[in-house]
T-cell receptor
């Protein structure tokens, strides 16, 4: 079974700064990588996916994947208080289905 | 449907009772996942369906838990002889294929008293 590791946080950043969230995974056969945002009391919401090594940008969000290092990250530029949430890293591929890390709690301070 | 639908939203049951939780995935999605989430934790994988068959049920904690998807669409998670430790939010997600993005329903909050 795959393992997905994330720092639980909380990660605190000031409004307008860049928030950097990191994730490592154990299965080298992993093929698809996702970042979800979860507000308290709500379901996870997909914000980014990445399949290939390198960077993928979508608005204020950039996902970075390094398969050799088994590492995926999410950068949030110009962080806003509304970005305060738990960010979940998820991985699928190889012989096991979609599994999640425990999440990193982000707090953006106004 | 437009999104993943889970019913009921909330379920309170007595210890030892049987419960069923329903998930209606996005139309056309062949992959369906069940997760359990406790406070402060990430979603814990329970079972994954590809079509009608359970492709991976390695996350089911014990034989009190069972899930079906008889027609490859709606799925039901069944819990027998519920225990207080089963209290959690049960999440369902679906995706169009095995490796593409999955979308979640709003979850069912199960409380065993």
């Amino acid at each position: 079974q795959k393992e997905v590791e994330q720092n639980s946080g909380p990660l605190s950043v000031p409004e307008g700064a860049i928030a950097s969230l990191n994730c490592t995974y154990s299965d080298r056969g992993s093929q698809s990588f996702f970042w979800y945002r979860q507000y308290s009391g709500k379901s996870p919401e997909l914000i980014m996916f990445i399949y290939s090594n390198g960077d993928k940008e979508d608005g204020r969000f950039t996902a970075q994947l390094n398969k050799a290092s088994q590492y995926v990250s999410l950068l949030i530029r110009d962080s806003q208080p509304s970005d305060s949430a738990t960010y979940l890293c998820a991985v699928v591929g190889g012989n096991t289905p979609l599994v999640f890390g425990k999440g990193t709690r982000l707090s953006v301070i106004a | 449907g437009a999104g993943v639908s889970q019913t009921p939203s909330n379920k309170v049951t007595e210890k030892g009772k049987y419960v069923e939780l329903r998930c209606d995935p996005i139309s056309g999605h062949t992959a369906l996942y069940w997760y359990r989430q406790s406070l402060g934790q990430g979603p814990e994988f329970l079972i994954y369906f590809q079509g009608t068959g359970a492709a991976d049920d390695s996350g089911l904690p014990n034989d009190r838990f069972f899930a079906v998807r008889p027609e490859g669409s709606v799925s039901t998670l069944k819990i027998q002889r519920t225990e207080r430790g089963d209290s959690a939010v049960y999440l369902c997600a679906s995706s169009s294929t095995d490796y593409t993005e999955a979308f979640f329903g709003q979850g069912t909050r199960l409380t065993v008293v």
